[in-house]
């Protein structure tokens, strides 16, 4: 950002509050401000102009980068020989969530998305849950469904069971899925 585009705003406001003062003090002795329709003009075009100035030499906004696209070219596919023996490498987790329920089992809420260029089915979730430092158990479930090429399978309370002990954080992975 420039000096300009920084200290334009502010010396518009500046202007444009000493404008507004005028409206109900004039001074007789400035011929702009004289008298207060005078002063009430000056004011408008103080405030006007300025605000046409700044939107004018405000920065251009960039447009956001576009997204990474799940739905790749196949040569950037990943080979399928390596999807077979490990799908679990080829699903991302997002927007995980965990949450206990009223018998203290943890509820696991979020998304896997499929990276690779076959189905993948049932991917086992393991959470790892601690307090602090202290660890406070793993505990892992299947997750039933199959999840399309460039495609996302949405979880909601999928019962993971209960830790070993309290928890208030949780990190989680895909440790086990089939490819079909």
Same mark, same amino acid.
């Given at each position: %950002?420039?000096?300009?585009?920084?200290?334009?705003?502010?010396?518009?406001?500046?202007?444009?509050?000493?404008?507004?003062?005028?409206?109900?003090?004039?001074?007789?002795?400035?011929?702009?401000?004289? #008298?207060?329709?005078?002063?009430?003009?000056?004011?408008?075009?103080?405030?006007?102009?300025?605000?046409?100035?700044?939107?004018?030499?405000?920065?251009?906004?960039?447009?956001?980068?576009?997204?990474?696209?799940?739905?790749?070219?196949?040569?950037?596919?990943? $080979?399928?020989?390596?999807?077979?023996?490990?799908?679990?490498?080829?699903?991302?987790?997002?927007?995980?969530?965990?949450?206990?329920?009223?018998?203290? $089992?943890?509820?696991?809420?979020?998304?896997? #998305?499929?990276?690779?260029?076959?189905?993948?089915? $049932?991917?086992?979730?393991?959470?790892? %849950?601690?307090?602090?430092?202290?660890?406070?158990?793993?505990?892992?479930?299947?997750?039933?469904?199959?999840?399309?090429?460039?495609?996302?399978?949405?979880?909601?309370?999928?019962?993971?069971?209960?830790?070993?002990?309290?928890? $208030?954080?949780? #990190?989680?992975?895909?440790?086990?899925?089939?490819?079909?």
């Amino acid at each position: %950002m420039g000096f300009v585009t920084a200290a334009l705003p502010v010396l518009w406001l500046i202007a444009s509050v000493a404008a507004f003062v005028f409206v109900f003090r004039p001074r007789p002795g400035w011929s702009v401000v004289a #008298t207060p329709a005078r002063a009430l003009a000056t004011f408008l075009a103080v405030f006007l102009g300025g605000a046409v100035l700044v939107a004018v030499t405000r920065p251009k906004e960039e447009a956001p980068p576009p997204a990474p696209s799940l739905a790749r070219s196949a040569r950037a596919l990943p $080979d399928p020989a390596q999807v077979r023996a490990h799908p679990e490498r080829f699903v991302v987790l997002d927007g995980v969530k965990a949450n206990r329920n009223a018998a203290g $089992d943890v509820l696991l809420t979020g998304g896997a #998305t499929n990276v690779s260029g076959l189905l993948i089915a $049932d991917p086992r979730l393991s959470c790892r %849950m601690t307090k602090g430092r202290a660890a406070a158990g793993t505990v892992s479930a299947v997750v039933q469904g199959t999840i399309p090429v460039g495609g996302k399978l949405i979880f909601a309370a999928i019962n993971l069971g209960q830790a070993a002990g309290p928890w $208030d954080r949780w #990190t989680c992975q895909v440790v086990e899925a089939r490819a079909l």
